[in-house]
């Protein structure tokens, strides 16, 4: 089970996993705080597992079983037990909120360890390479291994390229998927596509329209800027946007 902000870049089915459990990466930072976290599981009456260090971070822990929810290994015969379990332990995590505190939005990955304790499903820790976080630069550390799996979050620039993060073993592997979307990009056409229908569009007389130079500038502006979200961007004819 795989996120959406993924590349695969080694199959992770090739790791063999014990008969009854279940494998993941665990959590990128500890949030929420392993407190927040022990308190959840006292609350819901399940004895808490053992606290494990996480693979990036001194002195940051979590509990075994809580994972990133970029990548799961579940072997097929345990997933239906396993999916009615984590969608019980979700809806009463939703129904107790405030337990979560600030940290509502990793309902699922404490879901899933919740789940994964009251069903006695053994845990396995990956290795960071089989889901590498590279939104956040400040905890990549410089001897970083080859990521096998990388997680990129929001972390894309306009061209929908992965974003570098400045760690070398890393990068590198960004590299190859930067090149195998450029490929892809390039086989798709969407700018030959965009100057098609452009071709197709009224101009009025006597009007200068230098479509590509208009869409560079409109492109690093927004390049630079980065906000949140682009409603629409036009070129008409007048040269106003």
């Given at each position: 089970?795989?996120?959406?902000?993924?590349?695969?870049?080694?199959?992770?089915?090739?790791?063999?996993?014990?008969?009854?459990?279940?494998?993941?990466?665990?959590?990128?930072?500890?949030?929420?705080?392993?407190?927040?976290?022990?308190?959840?599981f006292l609350a819901a009456g399940l004895k808490a597992p053992p606290t494990v260090p996480l693979p990036w971070g001194p002195d940051d822990w979590t509990v075994s079983g809580n994972s990133n929810g970029g990548l799961y290994?579940?072997?097929?015969?345990?997933?239906?037990?396993?999916?009615?379990?984590?969608?019980?332990?979700?809806?009463?995590?939703?129904?107790?909120?405030?337990?979560?505190?600030?940290?509502?939005?990793?309902?699922?990955?404490?879901?899933?360890?919740?789940?994964?304790?009251?069903?006695?499903?053994?845990?396995?820790?990956?290795?960071?390479?089989?889901?590498?976080?590279?939104?956040?630069?400040?905890?990549?550390?410089?001897?970083?291994?080859?990521?096998?799996?990388?997680?990129?979050?929001?972390?894309?620039?306009?061209?929908?390229?992965?974003?570098?993060?400045?760690?070398?073993?890393?990068?590198?592997?960004?590299?190859?998927?930067?090149?195998?979307?450029?490929?892809?990009?390039?086989?798709?056409?969407?700018?030959?596509?965009?100057?098609?229908?452009?071709?197709?569009?009224?101009?009025?007389?006597?009007?200068?329209?230098?479509?590509?130079?208009?869409?560079?500038?409109?492109a690093a502006l927004l390049e630079v800027l980065r906000p949140a979200s682009v409603l629409e961007v036009g070129i008409v004819p007048s040269g106003v946007y």
């Amino acid at each position: 089970l795989c996120d959406t902000d993924v590349v695969v870049l080694e199959d992770p089915r090739q790791l063999k996993l014990q008969p009854g459990t279940v494998a993941g990466k665990l959590v990128d930072a500890p949030v929420p705080t392993l407190e927040v976290v022990l308190r959840i599981f006292l609350a819901a009456g399940l004895k808490a597992p053992p606290t494990v260090p996480l693979p990036w971070g001194p002195d940051d822990w979590t509990v075994s079983g809580n994972s990133n929810g970029g990548l799961y290994l579940v072997p097929g015969p345990l997933l239906p037990r396993l999916a009615t379990a984590w969608a019980h332990w979700a809806v009463w995590l939703l129904d107790r909120a405030e337990l979560l505190q600030e940290w509502t939005v990793y309902v699922d990955q404490v879901a899933m360890a919740l789940a994964l304790a009251a069903e006695g499903v053994g845990s396995i820790a990956l290795d960071v390479r089989w889901n590498t976080p590279t939104h956040d630069p400040s905890r990549i550390p410089p001897d970083a291994p080859e990521p096998k799996v990388l997680h990129y979050h929001q972390e894309i620039d306009l061209q929908g390229l992965i974003r570098v993060t400045g760690t070398a073993s890393i990068d590198s592997r960004i590299g190859e998927v930067n090149g195998a979307i450029r490929a892809v990009w390039k086989q798709a056409a969407p700018d030959a596509t965009h100057r098609d229908w452009l071709s197709m569009t009224a101009q009025e007389a006597g009007t200068r329209f230098d479509n590509e130079e208009k869409r560079k500038i409109v492109a690093a502006l927004l390049e630079v800027l980065r906000p949140a979200s682009v409603l629409e961007v036009g070129i008409v004819p007048s040269g106003v946007y």
